[in-house]
């Protein structure tokens, strides 16, 4: 009888603290360890998004908008100026008029330049972003 009991307890103690601590390892792991991974992740994989998406973005934007819109149209506003007076002053008027023509392309010609930089820009940051949603999906 002694060895029932110690048998029968011995059974019990075993099936019940292995299937309870297993359970509960079980269930901690796969709603709290998972969902707090999951939402971590999940939220710094959003967090990176928007940080490159904003900053970065926004920095580059504004550095290459700020870059030709000051620098790039000063210097071709003034180099037309300088001119338009230079051959005004020398030079027949029907010279002058073709200088400033020529100057006038050659500012459209930067203007398009810029533009197909501008989008190119555009489009290789938006195949990045999509490249890392996607990598951030995969990975979650």
Do not use: D, N, P
């Not at 900053?55 to 000051?70: R, V």
């Amino acid at each position: 009888i002694r060895v029932y009991i110690h048998i029968y307890i011995h059974i019990y103690i075993y099936t019940y603290i292995h299937i309870y601590i297993y359970t509960y390892i079980h269930t901690y792991i796969h709603t709290y360890i998972h969902t707090y991974i999951h939402t971590y992740i999940h939220t710094y994989m959003t967090y990176i998004h928007t940080y490159i998406h904003t900053y970065i973005h926004t920095y580059i934007h504004t550095y290459i908008h700020t870059y030709i819109h000051t620098y790039v149209r000063t210097y071709i506003y003034i180099y037309i100026y300088m001119h338009m007076r230079m051959y005004t002053h020398t030079h027949t008027c029907a010279r002058a008029r073709a200088l400033i023509h020529t100057h006038i392309h050659t500012y459209i010609s930067y203007m398009y330049v810029y533009l197909y930089v501008h989008v190119q820009m555009k489009i290789r940051c938006w195949l990045a972003f999509k490249k890392l949603e996607k990598r951030g999906k995969l990975f979650l």
